[in-house]
């Protein structure tokens, strides 16, 4: 007992007795409002450079997709980013092959083009499925995929949600696509997303307003 006395005594008279202060970081308006910068100033890109998302940038957006909430915080999404140019390609082919004499609304409308990509020649292309047997699926899948969005705008990157793939990889004809993308068979394909760096900067197009209301 008189050891830890005199060691007191001794670490007080070191400081001598100063109050030891801990340094406190004080947050800026702007970090205040960072996230809702963010969401205002998101934009759906169709634009890409060729540059492709390093794997530190993959990784935070990946973690910050499974962070998103879920029901029961089951996850009942399986979520794959890909990378490889020729299943990329592959993945565009089979949606020309289902295109051909079907009309499509936006971007998927220009399918007869030279050149056309379904993902925008964006170098990343994440695939969200859901689990077929849950209620929530598509909801926890639309959550994480917000996710991705913003941390992707966040980290400068651009995303675009792309909807008219998800028939052409749910068909049973591409199965082996959803195999090679190690989708199991319980799941469906849900959103997808093309991300990769920005070759464009979209206005912001018109919100309507009306469709939200304030009961009280």
Same mark, same amino acid.
């Given at each position: 007992?008189?050891?830890?006395?005199?060691?007191?005594?001794?670490?007080?008279?070191?400081?001598?007795?100063?109050?030891?202060?801990?340094?406190?970081?004080?947050?800026?308006?702007?970090?205040?409002?960072?996230?809702?910068?963010?969401?205002?100033?998101?934009?759906?890109?169709?634009?890409?450079?060729?540059?492709?998302?390093?794997?530190?940038?993959?990784?935070?957006?990946?973690?910050?997709?499974?962070? &998103?909430?879920?029901?029961?915080?089951?996850?009942?999404? !399986?979520?794959?980013?890909?990378?490889?140019?020729?299943?990329? !390609?592959?993945?565009?082919?089979?949606?020309?092959?289902?295109?051909?004499?079907?009309?499509?609304?936006?971007?998927?409308?220009?399918?007869?083009?030279?050149?056309?990509?379904?993902?925008?020649?964006?170098?990343?292309?994440?695939?969200?499925?859901?689990?077929?047997?849950?209620?929530?699926?598509?909801?926890? &899948?639309?959550?994480?995929?917000?996710?991705?969005?913003?941390?992707?705008?966040?980290?400068?990157?651009?995303?675009?949600?792309?909807?008219?793939?998800?028939?052409?990889?749910?068909?049973?004809?591409?199965?082996?696509?959803? !195999?090679?993308?190690?989708?199991? !068979?319980?799941?469906?394909?849900?959103?997808?997303?093309?991300?990769?760096?920005?070759?464009?900067?979209?206005?912001?197009?018109?919100?309507?307003?009306?469709?939200?209301?304030?009961?009280?």
């Amino acid at each position: 007992m008189e050891k830890l006395i005199v060691l007191v005594l001794i670490t007080l008279s070191f400081f001598g007795c100063k109050e030891v202060k801990v340094e406190q970081v004080a947050r800026e308006e702007t970090h205040k409002d960072a996230v809702i910068d963010n969401i205002l100033n998101r934009r759906a890109i169709r634009k890409y450079t060729e540059q492709q998302v390093s794997q530190s940038q993959l990784d935070t957006i990946l973690k910050c997709a499974i962070y &998103a909430p879920s029901a029961l915080n089951l996850q009942t999404w !399986e979520i794959r980013a890909v990378q490889n140019a020729e299943i990329i !390609e592959e993945i565009n082919n089979r949606f020309l092959n289902f295109a051909q004499g079907q009309e499509f609304q936006g971007s998927a409308a220009r399918y007869l083009e030279p050149g056309f990509s379904i993902s925008h020649h964006a170098p990343t292309l994440i695939v969200i499925a859901s689990k077929k047997e849950s209620s929530y699926a598509k909801i926890d &899948a639309g959550l994480a995929l917000q996710n991705i969005l913003l941390s992707a705008h966040a980290l400068g990157l651009g995303t675009c949600p792309i909807g008219s793939l998800v028939p052409v990889l749910n068909r049973p004809e591409n199965t082996d696509i959803r !195999e090679r993308l190690n989708i199991p !068979e319980e799941y469906e394909v849900t959103i997808n997303v093309a991300l990769g760096y920005p070759a464009e900067s979209p206005e912001v197009p018109d919100r309507d307003s009306k469709k939200v209301e304030i009961i009280q």
